[in-house]
């Protein structure tokens, strides 16, 4: 019964590759988000979406593209990956707050990304 | 330069009071200020979340001053577990467009 999943937790690939990174949320949350995380531990929005509408695009390189099938699911995709995209990445949902501010969020295990 | 601020570590002994301060100049006006824990390997969790004056909940007080650029994660006799790293995060700029900023984390290291 874990509440936000991701999948998978470790991944190790190639420069140039392209992969995925999947999230669910079983809470019923209108809200996911997507975080990188550095090697200084700095946490840093990516993306956010709320009821599958996209409403923060940090600036992130646009090999970076999040896909929203259904409102339990935001995936992320990584075309051409680079040495620089090596972090974790942590999905989180949130129930919308509406005008009151970004409610708790619920944050996964996160995913290892490894490019070498 | 708006910017989110937290010291960098603490080192604390077990049954002490810790007070963690992260500065937040730039807060949006409708937004939550929200802090979290994080241990190694696992996700941030949430511990506590205000808008303004003094929350408490089983685990925590936050405090917050009334022109809301600052706030204070209170962590009552900490132990061994407490361990870890704690962030603040709040929204800046706009209240419905501002980027969510989370501070550069506090780590906490509590010492028998």
Redo the contacts between chains.
């Keep these: 019964d874990t509440a936000?999943s991701q999948t998978p937790k470790y991944l190790v690939t190639q420069m140039g590759n392209d992969k995925s990174i999947k999230c669910e949320q079983n809470l019923g949350h209108d809200t996911m988000?997507w975080y990188k995380q550095d090697s200084?531990?700095?946490?840093?929005?990516m993306f956010?979406y709320n009821n599958k509408e996209l409403i923060?695009n940090?600036t992130v390189p646009n090999r970076f593209s999040p896909k929203s099938p259904d409102k339990a699911h935001l995936n992320l995709h990584i075309n051409s990956l680079e040495l620089g995209d090596s972090a974790v990445y942590?999905c989180?949902s949130s129930r919308n707050t509406g005008?009151?501010?970004?409610?708790?969020?619920?944050?996964?295990?996160?995913t290892r990304l490894t490019v070498t | 330069l708006a910017k989110t601020t937290q010291p960098i570590s603490m080192d604390s002994y077990e049954g002490q009071e810790v007070n963690i301060t992260c500065s937040h100049n730039n807060i949006?006006t409708?937004?939550?200020i929200?802090w979290?824990q994080q241990f190694p390997?696992?996700?941030?969790?949430?511990i506590i979340?205000g808008?303004k004056t003094k929350v408490t909940n089983e685990v925590a007080s936050l405090f917050i001053p009334a022109d809301r650029k600052s706030s204070t994660l209170s962590l009552p006799r900490v132990s061994l577990s407490d361990t870890a790293?704690y962030?603040c995060?709040v929204?800046e700029g706009s209240?419905n467009?501002g980027?969510?900023?989370?501070g550069?984390?506090t780590t906490l290291q509590v010492k028998p």
């Design positions: 936000v988000y200084k531990k700095f946490l840093k929005i956010s923060i940090e942590f989180a005008t009151s501010g970004t409610g708790e969020q619920y944050f996964g295990p996160g | 949006a409708n937004d939550y929200t979290y390997s696992q996700g941030p969790r949430f979340q808008y790293v962030y995060l929204r209240s467009t980027k969510l900023i989370f550069q984390g």
